[in-house]
T-cell receptor, first 116, second 112 residues
Framework: DSGVTQTPKHLITATGQRVTLRCSPRSGDLSVYWYQQSLDQGLQFLIQYYNGEERAKGNILERFSAQQFPDLHSELNLSSLELGDSALYFC???????????????FGEGSRLTVL | QQQVKQSPQSLIVQKGGISIINCAYENTAFDYFPWYQQFPGKGPALLIAIRPDVSEKKEGRFTISFNKSAKQFSLHIMDSQPGDSATYFCAASMLNDYKLSFGAGTTVTVRA
């Protein structure tokens, strides 16, 4: 158990709909990352938050947005869903040290989104 | 565009054999190279990592070999066991940048 909790584990919805995926990081971790895993694209970095602020952005579509709340949990919002958005969405967390890094990301078990 | 290229896509090895997975990168600013292991239904978990100042790192049956001049690194799984059957991802990032760029993954199947 990584200590990262993601809900829901599975989600089935229709095209055009909007969903919210939730992530609770490990206790003490200030940084949250979202990754999308699909069969043809592998693990793609979407976005990173650190202590409530956006830190880095990857290949995240404009239809997607995220935020990190004061209690450090994060939500990934996916709107105007398309068939191609079907994927496994992972949240990961880490401690961001000020000095040398360990670099370890702790991943949750993912939220599997199916868009029909 | 994949910043880290990984091969093979899949491999099958007999119990006790050696599994070898290769990765190559282009960005010379990368200086942290971890390998993650993912079992079905689970998230990836850190297996072993290396920095460019060493050419090899070994942890148990797992060894990373790193060739800075060739911009390549590889994972060797010695004495492969059925419990090693999983998908392995190589990754890379820059110093203090936790935005890991992952390879496409290699599914390893160890036959008993």
């Amino acid at each position: 158990d990584s200590g990262v909790t993601q809900t829901p584990k599975h989600l089935i919805t229709a095209t055009g709909q909007r969903v919210t995926l939730r992530c609770s990081p490990r206790s003490g971790d200030l940084s949250v990352y979202w990754y999308q895993q699909s069969l043809d694209q592998g693990l793609q970095f979407l976005i990173q938050y650190y202590n409530g602020e956006e830190r880095a952005k990857g290949n995240i579509l404009e239809r997607f947005s995220a935020q990190q709340f004061p209690d450090l949990h994060s939500e990934l919002n996916l709107s105007s869903l398309e068939l191609g958005d079907s994927a496994l969405y992972f949240c990961a967390s880490s401690v961001v040290p000020s000095g040398s890094m360990t670099g370890e990301l702790f991943f949750g078990e993912g939220s599997r989104l199916t868009v029909l | 565009q994949q910043q880290v290229k990984q091969s093979p896509q899949s491999l099958i090895v007999q119990k006790g054999g050696i599994s070898i997975i290769n990765c190559a990168y282009e960005n010379t600013a990368f200086d942290y190279f971890p390998w993650y292991q993912q079992f079905p239904g689970k998230g990836p978990a850190l297996l072993i990592a290396i920095r460019p100042d060493v050419s090899e790192k070994k942890e148990g049956r797992f060894t990373i070999s790193f060739n800075k001049s060739a911009k390549q690194f590889s994972l060797h799984i010695m004495d492969s066991q059925p419990g090693d059957s999983a998908t392995y991802f190589c990754a890379a990032s820059m110093l203090n940048d936790y935005k890991l760029s992952f390879g496409a993954g290699t599914t390893v199947t160890v036959r008993a």
